[in-house]
């Protein structure tokens, strides 16, 4: 008789993971506030709130592999419309101020080893976490935590002290942050540059079922990409090599950005930023705040200094080489936060000229922030 119930339960659960993206995907089209702070920090909410009120019991082995699985679907759909070429394109003081960033992040983990080395268990691993993290996203701290073989304790822990630290930050930012960064930094010029990255309008304009049925077909190609990087893996090296699946499907979908047909099929971003929104909600969900709060202090406290470390030294030297507030800003976002916040920021900053270079250099991040996290690993080891 518990078997139905115990089905149901888990059809709900997936419903729910399915489900409550494309809501909040729907709100954001309609709430100035969820446009504003963004669809992952309300998917990250709604995932807290589910998971600490225990509004509904979640079922962790669940939610930890949909974690787990949607970060590797949802890497070559989001490469699929960079163009390297147009990297080119960009304003010089824009991708100087994202390779400062690149720099900054990689400092503060790299330092991170020597200042918490007795504090944290694997701190080698944990460090290169940070440098996904504060390269590219979200997105790559999952994928270098799954190639490094984290534990999921502390892959939660970790996951759960960005939610705080970095969400404070980001409120901080949208209030009165970026009148703080307008005292040291100059205020911005347009240059020119990268007028067009990633344009929304083509899938915007699509019917709801054009949109289901190329959502699919994309997610079948991602799953394809995932199964051939498995496959390769098992043919190579006799078992699954995370690390070697991370950084093929990251590769794959890199160089198959190079042809202009992939780069212009419509959707492929959003297909993949939907898939980081269901991961977006399954940690949320597993994210104990109250154990945090009690054993984990410690990563909250190096999540801190690894976060605002790489925050001012790269004010700094974007200070000392004049490198203006809006591009300051943005780049920090694009390395902190991802492409995600990029529209919610620019659009605090009353300057939405900035969106398309800030994408470009953020969806760079995506790019390097796997080779960078996992090589440093592997260079310390």
Not at 74 to 94: E, G, N
Not at 113 to 127: P, Q, R, T
Request: hydrophobic share 50%.
């Amino acid at each position: 008789m518990n078997l139905p119930d115990l089905t149901s339960h888990e059809l709900f659960q997936i419903s729910t993971l399915i489900l409550l993206p494309l809501a909040v995907l729907k709100l954001e089209a309609s709430s100035r506030v969820v446009k504003v702070l963004g669809s992952v920090v309300f998917c990250y909410a709604f995932g807290m709130l589910i998971g600490n009120l225990n509004i509904f019991k979640i079922d962790p082995e669940l939610f930890q592999t949909a974690s787990e699985l949607t970060v590797p679907l949802a890497i070559p759909l989001l490469l699929f419309s960079t163009d390297i070429s147009s990297l080119l394109k960009l304003a010089p003081r824009m991708l100087l101020s994202f390779l400062i960033m690149i720099f900054a992040a990689v400092f503060s983990s790299f330092s991170s080893i020597y200042f918490f080395s007795d504090g944290l268990i694997e701190v080698e691993k944990v460090a290169s976490m940070m440098i996904g993290i504060y390269t590219g996203g979200t997105p790559n701290l999952t994928a270098i935590g799954l190639a490094l073989g984290v534990d999921h304790e502390v892959f939660i822990a970790l996951n759960a002290s960005d939610i705080l630290v970095g969400g404070s930050y980001l409120l901080l930012l949208l209030g009165f942050g970026t009148k703080v960064y307008g005292y040291f930094l100059s205020p911005f010029v347009h240059r020119g540059g990268l007028n067009e990255v990633h344009e929304l309008d083509d899938w915007n304009g699509l019917k709801m079922t054009s949109k289901f049925r190329k959502s699919i077909i994309y997610s079948l190609i991602s799953a394809l990409i995932l199964a051939t990087a498995a496959g390769m893996s098992q043919l190579l090296f006799k078992k699954m090599n995370v690390a070697f699946i991370i950084l093929f499907i990251t590769t794959t979908g890199t160089l198959l950005s190079i042809n202009s047909k992939v780069r212009r099929l419509p959707g492929t971003y959003e297909v993949g930023n939907y898939f980081i929104l269901v991961f977006c909600f399954a940690v949320g969900s597993l994210a104990d705040f109250k154990s945090l709060i009690s054993e984990g202090s410690t990563y909250i406290f190096y999540t801190a200094y690894c976060m605002f470390t790489a925050i001012l030294i790269h004010t700094f030297l974007c200070k000392l080489f004049k490198i203006d507030r809006d591009t300051t800003i943005i780049t920090s976002v694009a390395g902190i936060y991802g492409p995600a916040f990029i529209s919610p920021v620019a659009t605090s900053l009353k300057n939405k000229s900035i969106i398309s270079s800030g994408l470009a250099v953020g969806i760079l991040g995506y790019a390097i922030a796997n080779y960078l996290g996992i090589g440093l690993y592997y260079s310390l080891n």
